[in-house]
């Protein structure tokens, strides 16, 4: 990698201040930004760097997707059409405890990876088993990972109690102490899946060590209705007297929530992820965007897993997103382009606690940049670059990618071997999988 990069775009977007720049030059020192000036200035001051013209491109903060399930992509397609608990505990569930392994969780995430890369993403918040696998699939391409440690009380092949799952997951925090691309969540899966014992033992550990939280919160009317059943009050209240409720929590989903559930949310600083395609697919609902907006929350954006959505295209999320919230606020005027761009780029660094560091253009942040070309007869003629971001752009886009000042992606290719053996092994599991389909499977096959 060069020690000066200086990148050459039309526009520069900088969705932390709404502005679009024109004309200007992005400097690329080592892992971070180092500094922003126009063009002409930068080609006098930096004429020995490594410069990458950018003529008709927009260049923005990598995307980053809020809440996945990375490894799941070796289960995309393998059961659609399907309501949420039959779709997890008769089809997903029975998969994940044959074929959930290191092997298979490190080539889902590389093959995640290869596709996030390719639609513009540079950090993901995950949420899956072995963590370790997952690590190494990120180190090992360079991406961006907060590996989310995930709890449950019932066994699985991967650990056999909640408190397996914990050991697990703070053994793997220690063991990747210090890589700069990987941190760790704990991620108690959801309330209907763990006890109160356990959700205040993360709490405890989250506090000591300074851990973030990842849960699924309020996806399904079935969950409310569960939880109304087994504690006598609803999700997010059951959490909020247990303490789980700060900055600390990503809260995945939060689709079904009132004014007063918008306010709580609000005043102890959780964020929420916002997953629109694998909320429509699965029929749970539509997330009242714009009013958890109004409320004050911090709202970001995520995929979910390949098995539920079935891409990690956050560039069509974002466009979903963006429509979906005019609809069911009956507003045209609620999410506009720059707020979904937020939404999907600095919103998602603060949600992890990652905005001193990702999320926007700035000299001294990590430079996890991405490059959209809108020279394309789709982005003509081209009005508002961020308009034609949110609502016209598709991931194909999306020509080059820096991580940590890494290009990872250069002119619509991948730089290194990632894409050949992710594609090998999707192949090979494609085949495995297949051939042990039980014959509730098969129905569906």
């Given at each position: ?417 990632i894409a050949t053996r992710a594609l090998a092994a999707a192949q090979r599991w494609q085949a495995r999988i297949i051939a042990n389909r039980d014959a509730a499977d098969r129905t569906i096959a």
């Amino acid at each position: 990698m060069p020690r000066l990069q200086a990148l050459y775009p039309r526009w520069l977007i900088q969705p932390h201040s709404r502005t679009a720049l024109e004309q200007h030059a992005l400097i690329i020192r080592e892992n971070r930004i180092h500094d922003i000036l126009p063009a002409a200035a930068a080609r006098v001051q930096y004429q020995d760097a490594d410069a990458v013209s950018l003529p008709e491109h927009a260049l923005l903060p990598g995307l980053i997707n809020l809440h996945c399930h990375a490894a799941m992509t070796l289960l995309r397609g393998y059961a659609d059409d399907l309501v949420l608990m039959d779709w997890l505990q008769q089809h997903i569930w029975p998969a994940e405890a044959r074929h959930v392994s290191d092997e298979f969780v490190f080539d889902g995430t590389q093959l995640a990876i290869t596709e996030l890369i390719a639609g513009g993403v540079t950090c993901t918040n995950d949420m899956y088993f072995h963590h370790d696998a997952v690590a190494r699939a990120a180190i090992d391409a360079h991406y961006r990972m907060v590996v989310g440690c995930s709890i449950l009380e019932f066994p699985t092949p991967y650990a056999s109690d909640a408190d397996a799952y914990i050991s697990k997951a703070l053994t793997c925090r220690d063991q990747f102490a210090g890589e700069q691309l990987v941190s760790f969540t704990l991620a108690p899966h959801a309330p209907y899946t763990v006890s109160d014992a356990t959700f205040r033992r993360v709490i405890t550990l989250a506090d000591e060590l300074g851990m973030g939280i990842h849960c699924h919160i309020h996806e399904t009317q079935d969950e409310i209705a569960g939880s109304l059943n087994e504690h006598g009050v609803r999700p997010l209240e059951r959490l909020a007297r247990l303490g789980l409720l700060g900055s600390q929590l990503v809260a995945a989903h939060m689709v079904h929530v009132t004014d007063a559930e918008m306010d709580l949310l609000a005043r102890h600083g959780v964020s929420v992820a916002h997953n629109p395609a694998s909320n429509l697919k699965l029929a749970s609902g539509f997330a009242p965007v714009a009013a958890l907006q109004r409320h004050g929350v911090n709202v970001g954006l995520g995929t979910d897993g390949a098995a539920s959505n079935n891409k990690l295209d956050l560039f069509a999320d974002l466009r979903l997103a963006a429509l979906l919230a005019k609809a069911t606020d009956h507003n045209p005027t609620a999410l506009p382009a720059w707020d979904a761009l937020q939404m999907a780029t600095n919103n998602g660094a603060a949600a992890l606690g990652l905005q001193d560091q990702i999320g926007s253009l700035l000299p001294g942040l990590q430079a996890d940049v991405i490059a959209v070309s809108l020279a394309a007869s789709g982005a003509q003629p081209c009005y508002d670059p961020v308009s034609q971001l949110v609502y016209a752009t598709d991931r194909s886009q999306v020509s080059d990618v820096w991580i940590a000042g890494r290009r990872v992606f250069a002119e619509h290719q991948h730089t290194g071997p990632i894409a050949t053996r992710a594609l090998a092994a999707a192949q090979r599991w494609q085949a495995r999988i297949i051939a042990n389909r039980d014959a509730a499977d098969r129905t569906i096959a």
